[in-house]
């Protein structure tokens, strides 16, 4: 059974860092996308970050490039997300996903695989 388990979520003040990770069972993802996503309430669930397959190339939604850096450990089947200088529009529940495409999009139809989910609070 393929499962993706994200942690590392919980309740910071603004200006505050957190560092989610989300690891992989069940099969292999060292050729896949990996991506994080996450959705506010009464919002749709909206791209984060993506790495591709080998992690040489990141791709991040405007409003948190310079703030969150995505990374991944192949060897850990491992995906991260380090979230530094958190704003109170950051609060979400925040998703891993994974995708076949080597270098995947931020269109959540790419992505085959979801966590089940860990919430980010920022409090201002």
């Known amino acids: 059974q393929v499962q993706l388990v994200e942690s590392g979520g919980g309740l910071v003040q603004a200006g505050g860092s957190l560092r989610l990770s989300c690891a992989a069972s069940?099969?292999?993802?060292?050729?896949?996308?990996r991506a994080w996503f996450r959705q506010a309430p009464g919002k749709e669930r909206e791209f984060v970050a993506r790495i591709n397959w080998s992690g040489g190339n990141t791709y991040y939604r405007d409003s948190v490039k310079g703030r969150f850096t995505i990374s991944r450990d192949n060897a850990k089947n491992t995906v991260y997300l380090q979230m530094n200088s958190l704003e109170p529009e950051d609060t979400a529940v925040y998703y891993c996903?994974?995708?076949?495409?080597?270098?995947?999009?931020?269109?959540?139809?790419?992505?085959?695989?979801w966590g089940q989910g860990t919430q980010v609070t920022v409090s201002s």
């Open positions: 069940g099969r292999t993802f060292s050729s896949f996308s």
């Open positions: 996903a994974a995708g076949p495409l080597g270098v995947a999009g931020p269109l959540p139809s790419q992505y085959d695989y």
